[in-house]
């Protein structure tokens, strides 16, 4: 069936690297990726996207690339604060733009 | 309202019992989702809304789940009949339409059934 899952349940980080988090996906029919950061006790907040028809997207500190041969997705944040510690979803958009579905979730840690 | 509200933040309820949670979505913002969130879990998708209709109810788990929007704007969400299983964070979260990837979320209900 649909779905979007992710490979890793728990990446850890030293301060000012890059982290890399990833995500599988089986749907070939979705609008668009997004990621997802959710800070424990909070609702999850949006990072940023992807149209399915990209393969690249950069924005502040984040890239996100997109590998449709392998149906696969990844996000990678530069130079990790501390603040960057949460979980972070993968999600897709299907339904011709309405269906917002999620992946399971990467718990990334940043180490001091 | 500045974001999406849900209440209430908290709720503990017994066994067979039903309960009600509201959200109240951002002005203006058409589309409105439900999601179910166990403890270290992912988001369990439930059911959206694109104005006051349900095009997609296939997520919610069973006949006891329903939900309704109304005016375009507020949603309850209602669970009867509670069984321990459905104790979890349920989430709101509202977008402004189409192709807009851009959904807010509130803060959550975390549902307790004792």
């Known amino acids: 069936g649909e779905s979007v899952g992710l490979h890793l349940p728990t990446l850890s980080v030293q301060e000012g690297d890059n982290s890399i988090i990833n995500c599988a996906y089986s749907?070939?029919?979705?609008?668009?990726f997004i990621w997802y950061k959710q800070e424990s006790g909070k609702g999850p907040q949006f990072i940023i996207d992807i149209r399915s028809n990209m393969d690249k997207r950069q924005g502040q500190r984040v890239t996100v690339l997109l590998n449709k041969t392998v149906k696969h997705l990844s996000l990678q944040i530069a130079a990790t604060q501390p603040g960057d510690s949460a979980v972070y979803f993968c999600?897709?958009?299907?339904?011709?733009?309405?269906?917002?579905?999620f992946g399971t979730g990467t718990q990334l840690k940043v180490e001091l | 309202g500045a974001g999406v509200s849900q209440s209430p933040s908290n709720k503990v309820t017994e066994k067979g019992k039903d309960v009600e949670l509201r959200c109240d979505p951002i002005?203006?913002?058409?589309?409105l989702y439900w999601y179910r969130q166990s403890l270290g879990q992912g988001l369990e998708f439930l059911i959206y809304?694109?104005?006051?209709?349900?095009?997609?109810k296939s997520g919610l788990p069973s006949d006891r789940f329903s939900a309704e929007r109304t005016g375009g704007s507020v949603s309850t969400l209602t669970i009867q009949r509670t069984q321990q299983e459905d104790s979890a964070v349920y989430l709101c979260?509202?977008?402004?339409?189409?192709?807009?990837?851009?959904?807010?979320f509130g803060q959550g209900t975390r549902l307790t059934v004792v």
């Open positions: 002005s203006g913002h058409t589309a």
């Open positions: 749907n070939s029919a979705s609008d668009y």
């Open positions: 809304f694109q104005g006051n209709s349900a095009p997609d």
């Open positions: 999600a897709e958009i299907t339904g011709g733009g309405n269906k917002l579905t």
């Open positions: 979260a509202s977008k402004t339409g189409l192709l807009n990837t851009e959904a807010f």
